[in-house]
């Protein structure tokens, strides 16, 4: 498999690196954390108008750029480099690949060009209480109107800056199987409240939904296939971002180890240091060619999918945060401070360890798709 990027792409990761660079540096995070909206919706429309980020992977006659997960899957690595408040993986990533799979044209005709353009933000609503990600972890329910259109009862949990997006895309339980279901952020019924969390660079919310209308997305059989396609996709992106922050964790500890002296030498020439950051190195590298191959493996729609973005979130959920508590390791009493920004990257990969399903969840879903 050819993992080299061409040009074009190479000229997309700069881009946006220098971008991130400008206009999201770490006081701009620390900042950016502690607004009530959890990101910057001036810098979000940028994102959309100047680059056209958010509209990546949709199609040109819907306000986008035609391009694919690979495209994406770069831009999550540079945005965990960044350490970027942005709800990129919910509205980008999450809702706008479950539109783009689903069977129902006049949704997309309706939703993607304000996505592409960054004047809206959308996200899938799938866990509840239980925290599953799988069909039965679903027991939010839908039932039909008296319009033609839903009512939906229950709640979700975890949801990616549910408290902020503008529509809600819920997973829900109908008579006839699993729906998605398409929720204005402002309807009636809808409660939606920001949780606290480990990590502030990435806002979660529970949503209460009492007899909140809804429209109901077409699919194309069950609608649970859909949701497995979102998942598998979501799973490979954050997997890039996750090579992201621990790439750049392991930038700032090789800089430290460098800088920092004992004894009259830089510490980096410790033995002890320099197996820490030669182990560290190794994960990063390992988990950067399990995102690429399954960055690959979604761009050109293979079959391996399932396998690859399982293998892909497993390795680089537990690489990410390896690398990032290694990071701490180098620092020392400083990298436990709230002023040293290692702890952010800490925190990020330790949360995304858990979103999606952790790395146990995941390489149990590896091992049922080779028949183990």
Not at 146 to 174: I, M, N
Not at 321 to 338: A, C, L, P, R, S
Request: with cysteine; charged share 25%; glycine share 8%.
């Amino acid at each position: 498999m050819d993992f080299a990027f061409d040009e074009d792409q190479e000229e997309l990761r700069r881009t946006v690196r220098a971008f991130l660079e400008a206009t999201a540096p770490e006081a701009e995070t620390r900042r950016t954390m502690e607004t009530e909206a959890g990101y910057d919706q001036a810098l979000w429309r940028r994102m959309g108008s100047e680059l056209g980020l958010q509209g990546l992977a949709i199609p040109e006659e819907h306000g986008g750029a035609g391009a694919g997960p690979v495209e994406v899957g770069l831009v999550m690595e540079e945005m965990g480099r960044a350490m970027l408040c942005a709800p990129y993986l919910a509205s980008a990533v999450q809702a706008t690949t479950a539109l783009l799979h689903s069977d129902d044209e006049e949704a997309r005709t309706e939703l993607l060009p304000a996505l592409a353009a960054g004047e809206q933000v959308a996200t899938l609503a799938l866990t509840e209480d239980s925290a599953r990600w799988n069909r039965e972890g679903v027991t939010l329910t839908a039932r039909a109107g008296a319009d033609g259109g839903w009512l939906l009862d229950g709640h979700k949990t975890f949801v990616l800056d549910g408290a902020q997006a503008d529509v809600v895309l819920t997973v829900a339980r109908a008579t006839d199987g699993i729906g998605i279901f398409l929720v204005a952020g402002d309807a009636p019924g809808l409660t939606r409240t920001t949780l606290p969390t480990l990590d502030l660079t990435r806002r979660q919310a529970r949503l209460e939904y009492r007899d909140v209308p809804a429209r109901r997305l077409r699919t194309r059989g069950d609608g649970w296939e859909l949701v497995e396609v979102v998942l598998r996709h979501s799973a490979v992106a954050l997997a890039a971002e996750q090579v992201g922050v621990a790439s750049r964790a392991l930038e700032m500890a090789v800089e430290y180890a460098k800088v920092r002296h004992q004894f009259g030498r830089a510490i980096g020439s410790f033995q002890a240091v320099k197996h820490l950051l030669a182990d560290s190195l190794m994960e990063v590298e390992s988990a950067r060619a399990a995102a690429y191959a399954a960055l690959l493996s979604a761009q050109n729609g293979e079959g391996d999918l399932p396998m690859a973005a399982s293998l892909a979130k497993s390795l680089c959920s537990d690489a990410s945060v390896k690398v990032t508590q290694d990071n701490i390791q180098v620092h020392g009493g400083i990298g436990f401070t709230w002023e040293h920004p290692a702890h952010l990257y800490f925190k990020r990969a330790k949360t995304s360890q858990l979103l999606l399903g952790d790395s146990a969840y995941h390489r149990e879903l590896l091992a049922q798709a080779i028949g183990v």
